[in-house]
């Protein structure tokens, strides 16, 4: 099976743009996570989506949003992006339902703002 | 509420001795334990889960973890460190029951493995 990818790997943005960011998740698996990682703040969970529709979401402001479509591939977009948006944003699938189904990562996009 | 602790940032071995990193946690609920190890430029992969059954659980490239409740820890350990064991170890918790199920992660661990 072919894991998770995520396009870009690298991007660099300047403060003021917008980004959107894609992840294409494990065949079968309908829950896709995204997650912050910097080196102060560690990883940080930003929302999942499960069947197109968003079921948890983490403590970011508005300017972060996401999207899943019908095949549960995943997207998600930063407005207005800021330096401290510079991080990895890694994507996670996992087959859903419950929090003992441990979640597969994509490789990562690393979003630099300058 | 949950909460993952992985005592020491950064931990030091020499090659061939033994490794042990650290996860205590705190969860109002049983949880669902994990450890992942992220290597550079990577995403993180599982290497092992406790869900539930026995406390003693192997993973992959020869590490294992104890769940021990009363001490709400979940170590991890291995026997003999490689060097292509040096990475980022990361503990988490999913509550097993209640509403959410997001995983909590903890800060990290780096493994560091001198020859």
């Known amino acids: 099976k072919a894991g998770v990818t995520q396009t870009p790997r690298y991007l660099i943005k300047t403060r003021g743009q917008q980004v959107t960011l894609s992840c294409s998740p494990i065949s079968g698996h309908r829950s896709v996570s995204w997650y912050q990682q910097t080196p102060g703040q560690g990883l940080q969970f930003l929302f999942e989506?499960?069947?197109?529709?968003?079921?948890n979401k983490g403590n970011f402001p508005g300017r972060f949003s996401g999207r899943q479509f019908s095949n549960s591939r995943s997207e998600m977009n930063v407005s207005t992006l800021e330096l401290g948006d510079s991080a990895l944003y890694l994507c996670a699938s996992s087959l859903g339902g419950g929090g003992s189904y441990e979640q597969y990562f994509g490789p990562g996009t690393r979003l630099t703002v300058t | 509420a949950q909460s993952v602790t992985q005592l020491g940032s950064h931990v030091s071995v020499s090659e061939g001795a033994l490794v042990l990193l650290r996860c205590n946690y705190s969860s109002s609920v049983p949880p669902y334990l994990f450890w992942y190890v992220q290597y550079p430029n990577q995403g993180l992969q599982l290497l092992l889960k406790?869900?539930?059954?026995?406390?003693l659980v192997k993973g992959i490239n020869g590490f294992e973890a104890e769940f021990k409740k009363s001490e709400t820890s979940f170590h991890l350990t291995k026997p003999s460190a490689h060097m292509s064991d040096a990475a980022e170890y990361f503990c988490?918790?999913?509550?097993?029951?209640?509403?959410?199920?997001?995983?909590?992660f903890g800060r990290g661990t780096s493994l560091i493995v001198h020859p």
């Open positions: 989506y499960f069947s197109e529709t968003q079921r």
């Open positions: 406790y869900t539930t059954g026995a406390t």
């Open positions: 988490a918790v999913s509550p097993a029951s209640g509403g959410s199920y997001i995983p909590t």
